[in-house]
């Protein structure tokens, strides 16, 4: 069973930083893509990053409004993607999901309907 487990919200200030994990389970495929995602209350839930995992090589996408404050990784020995959110605003305040999708493919890279599974959550509070 495939299972995708976020850590690492909490409440920060305007201007500091959090780290996201998450943690894939249950599932062995070669060449897949992670993606965070996020929504607020009252809105659509939107792309924020994601990462291509594969035996050779990975690359990495942004939405426009995290450029230049948030990086993705991945540590493949320990099968968990990270987002590292630096310098951040009150408007990015949300839930924060992790999903996998089975294929890489450059088109429709934060599309949440083409993710195959998701996590729960983790909160992300910034305070102003």
């Known amino acids: 069973e495939v299972q995708l487990v976020e850590s690492g919200g909490g409440l920060v200030q305007t201007g500091g930083s959090l780290r996201l994990s998450c943690a894939a389970s249950?599932?062995?495929?070669?060449?897949?893509?992670i993606g965070w995602f996020r929504q607020a209350p009252g809105k659509e839930r939107e792309g924020v990053s994601c990462?291509?995992?594969?035996?050779?090589?990975?690359?990495?996408y942004y939405a426009d409004s995290v450029k230049g404050r948030f990086t993705i990784s991945s540590d493949n020995a320990k099968n968990t993607v990270y987002l590292q959110m630096n310098s951040l605003k009150p408007e990015d305040t949300a839930v924060y999901y992790c999903?996998?999708?089975?294929?890489?493919?450059?088109?429709?890279?934060?599309?949440?309907?083409?993710?195959?599974?998701w996590g729960q959550g983790t909160q992300v509070t910034v305070s102003s």
């Open positions: 990462i291509t995992i594969t035996s050779s090589d990975g690359s990495t």
């Open positions: 999903a996998l999708r089975l294929i890489i493919s450059r088109r429709g890279q934060l599309v949440p309907s083409l993710y195959n599974y």
């Open positions: 249950g599932f062995t495929f070669d060449d897949y893509t």
